[in-house]
C-alpha cells in the first residue's frame, strides 16, 4: 500500500519507495511526520534510518526523504528533492453522498480519492438508514478521514481532499446552491430526468455530484431539487447499487469530460 515507484536522487535508478503524510513538509529540511504515520513507517513496514520514502503535505506538495531519527513515537525524515506527483483532474468534484451501512460508506470515500474528487460530502435524506447522530457516536468521521489519507497514499495524489461535516439533504441544496449540480436517480424516476450521455462536450470547472441512500430517493426529494435547478440525470437503464454508484458515475463523467 502507497508505494510508489521513483528516481533515485543520487544516482539516477529506479527504486520503489513507501508514501507518508506529512503535514509540515512545507517547512523543508527536517519533518516530523504524524505519530499514526510513524508508527506505520517502524512497525508495518519496518524501515529504518537512511531508508528512502517520499512524503507529501496534503496540499499538493511531494518530496524524495531519508528516514533521519527513529525514537518512541516520533519519527524524522529527511528532505532530500520535491518530486512531482499524480497530477489532479481539471474538473473539480464534490461527491455528495447519502450516508450507508457499516464499512460501506469507507468503500465509497475509498474509492472517490482515487478517483479525484476534491471533497466528500455527506448527507442524510428522507430514506437513509443511518441516523446523523450515529455519525457523532460512533467515530465515523475520524475513520473517514484515515480513510482519505490511505486512498492518497495508494494513488499518488498529494492533495488530501476534506470530508465535510454530515448534512441534512435540504441543507445541502441550499449550501450548494448556484453550482453545477448532478443528481443520479433511477431511470423513469422523474418527468425531467436525462440520460449521462447529454453531457458529452462539455467540461464544466466545478460538479456537485449526489448520490442517494439504499433506500433511493423520496419523490419530494427529487421535486425539491429539481425545482432548485439540479440537473437530474440516469445511468442509463440501469439501476446502480448505492455504495457502487459513486465510483461508477465519476469514472463516466470523467470519461465523457475527457479529464482521465
Known amino acids: 500500500m502507497g508505494q510508489l515507484v521513483a528516481f533515485g536522487p543520487a544516482a ?3 527504486h520503489n519507495v513507501h508514501r507518508f503524510y506529512a503535514p509540515a513538509l512545507a517547512d523543508g529540511g527536517l519533518v516530523e511526520l504524524p505519530e499514526d504515520e ?7 513496514l519496518r524501515l529504518g534510518e537512511g531508508d528512502s520514502i517520499a512524503i507529501f503535505d496534503g496540499k499538493g506538495h511531494e518530496a524524495l526523504a531519508r528516514v533521519a531519527s527513529i525514537a518512541p513515537r516520533r519519527v524524522h525524515v529527511q528532505v532530500v528533492e520535491p518530486r512531482a506527483s499524480a497530477s489532479e483532474p481539471r474538473v473539480a468534484v464534490t461527491l455528495a453522498q447519502a450516508l450507508l451501512k457499516s464499512d460501506k460508506m469507507d468503500r465509497v470515500i475509498r474509492d472517490a480519492v ?8 455527506p448527507f442524510v435524506s428522507r430514506r437513509t438508514d443511518v441516523p446523523m447522530k450515529a455519525v457523532a457516536k460512533g467515530g465515523r468521521h475520524d475513520r473517514w478521514e484515515r480513510t482519505v489519507i490511505a486512498s492518497v497514499k495508494q494513488c499518488g495524489r498529494a492533495v488530501v481532499p476534506p470530508v465535510h461535516e454530515t448534512q441534512e439533504f435540504t441543507t445541502l441544496l441550499e449550501s450548494t446552491r448556484g453550482r453545477n449540480r448532478l443528481m443520479f436517480v433511477e431511470p423513469g424516476a422523474h418527468a425531467h ?9 462539455q467540461r464544466p470547472s466545478d460538479a456537485v ?8 430517493w423520496d419523490s419530494q426529494e427529487l421535486a425539491d431539487a429539481a ?3 439540479v440537473t437530474l440525470l440516469s445511468f442509463g437503464g440501469r439501476v446502480l447499487r ?11 463523467l470523467r470519461y465523457v469530460w475527457q479529464d482521465l
Open 242 to 252: 448505492a455504495d457502487a454508484a459513486g465510483a461508477s458515475v465519476i469514472s463516466v
Open 227 to 229: 425545482a432548485a435547478g
Open 38 to 44: 510513524g508508527q506505520h513507517l517502524t512497525r508495518v
Open 12 to 14: 539516477g535508478t529506479i
Open 193 to 201: 430526468v436525462a440520460d449521462v450521455s447529454t453531457l458529452e462536450g
Open 209 to 216: 455530484v449526489l448520490i442517494g441512500p439504499e433506500g433511493g
Open 114 to 121: 482515487m478517483l479525484g474528487v476534491t471533497a466528500v460530502q
